[in-house]
């Protein structure tokens, strides 16, 4: 099983500044991998997919990067509705999420 | 508008079964693959199951396979997920999800989940 390691766990940002999310694969995946964004009491929603294509509907100010083992997830210019959980989750083979991170507002 | 409704969950005794279910619409359901995904209270997201659109491919995660089993009727545009043996850390909010076109084991429709609680 291809385990899925996200850092950090908690990333406090203010509104308006850029903030960078971390996710690494235990083994290769290529550009097998998706983020999802959840918010409280919703169910979580595709973000990006191949490691940097947007989902649709997705603002441009989310961006994916990365292949292989490491992946970034980057969000510019912060807005109030961003501030939730992040999960990636690779899909290599039958798919694994990483624990996911916490972005609160600073 | 694509939907997904889980149903079926509940309070149920350890080491029982419950079988859980998903009505989809808005989409043509036999086209695409589906998944079970669960969250337990305060927890992250963790893969139950998938199967393909012609379910000539199932996945389980290590944690429910032997226990769990996944099916689906195109016909019905139903999803099934029929859990046995359950322990309390089953214990969790299920959804339901439909692949997306371009990446069969990623998600891009989720249903609003239903809870599953295992206790004695």
């Known amino acids: 099983e291809i385990v899925m390691t996200q850092s950090p766990a908690t990333l406090s940002v203010s509104p308006g500044e850029r903030a960078t999310l971390s996710c690494r694969a235990s083994?290769?995946?290529?550009?097998?991998l998706a983020w999802y964004q959840q918010k409280p009491g919703q169910a979580p929603r595709l973000l990006i997919y191949?490691?940097?294509t947007r989902a649709t509907g997705i603002p441009a100010r989310f961006s994916g990067s990365g292949s292989g083992t490491e992946f970034t997830l980057t969000i510019s210019s912060l807005q109030s509705a961003d501030f939730a959980v992040y999960y990636c989750?690779?899909?290599?083979?039958?798919?694994?999420f990483g624990q996911g991170t916490k972005l609160e507002i600073k | 508008e694509v939907q997904l409704l889980e149903s079926g969950g509940g309070l149920v005794q350890p080491g029982r079964s419950l079988r859980l279910s998903c009505a989809a619409s808005?989409?043509?359901?036999?086209?695409?693959?589906m998944h079970w995904v669960r969250q337990a209270p305060g927890k992250g997201l963790e893969w139950v199951s998938g199967?393909?659109?012609?379910?000539?491919?199932?996945g389980y995660a290590d944690s429910v396979k032997g226990r769990f089993t996944i099916s689906r009727d195109n016909a019905k545009n139903s999803l099934n997920l029929q859990m046995n043996s359950l322990r309390a850390e089953d214990t969790a909010l299920y959804y339901c999800?439909?692949?997306?076109?371009?990446?069969?084991?990623?998600?891009?429709?989720w249903g609003q989940g239903t809870t599953v609680t295992v206790s004695s």
């Open positions: 999800a439909k692949s997306a076109r371009v990446c069969y084991r990623c998600m891009d429709v």
């Open positions: 083994q290769s995946l290529s550009s097998n």
């Open positions: 808005g989409f043509t359901f036999g086209d695409y693959a």
């Open positions: 191949g490691a940097s």
């Open positions: 989750q690779h899909y290599h083979n039958w798919p694994t």
């Open positions: 199967i393909t659109w012609n379910s000539d491919s199932i």
